[in-house]
């Protein structure tokens, strides 16, 4: 098992910037890739970024690219979103997620960090 903690969410004008980050425990070794999803009211959750575990292989979602940055500390078994220039409509519940064992399939999950972007 992975357990997955989401912390630096909060409230921002837009234009403002804000950095997620996520720590991971337990069979880390585990981890082929993590990657951050969000969640707005009343709508489904979608992808925003994902990074492999090793090596620097990202993808962003086109509607936070050249925003938002995804990295990764492994000493510290934690990741990254850097948001910047932040519009309302990245007001969601973010939520941060492991890929276990070679495949890019998301198995385990964060319990979210609210980011409010007001305008």
């Known amino acids: 098992q992975v357990q997955l903690v989401e912390s630096g969410g909060g409230l921002v004008q837009a234009g403002g910037s804000l950095r997620l980050s996520c720590v991971a425990s337990g069979r880390t070794f585990s981890i082929y890739a993590m990657g951050w999803f969000r969640q707005a009211p009343g709508k489904e959750r979608e992808f925003v970024a994902r990074?492999?575990?090793?090596?620097?292989?990202?993808y962003y979602a086109d509607s936070v690219k050249g925003r938002f940055t995804i990295s990764r500390d492994n000493a510290k078994n934690t990741m990254y979103l850097q948001m910047n220039s932040l519009k309302p409509e990245d007001t969601a519940l973010y939520y941060c997620s492991a890929a276990p064992n070679g495949r890019l399939e998301f198995t385990y999950w964060g319990q979210g960090t609210q980011v409010t972007v007001s305008s």
């Open positions: 990074i492999a575990w090793t090596g620097d292989i990202t």
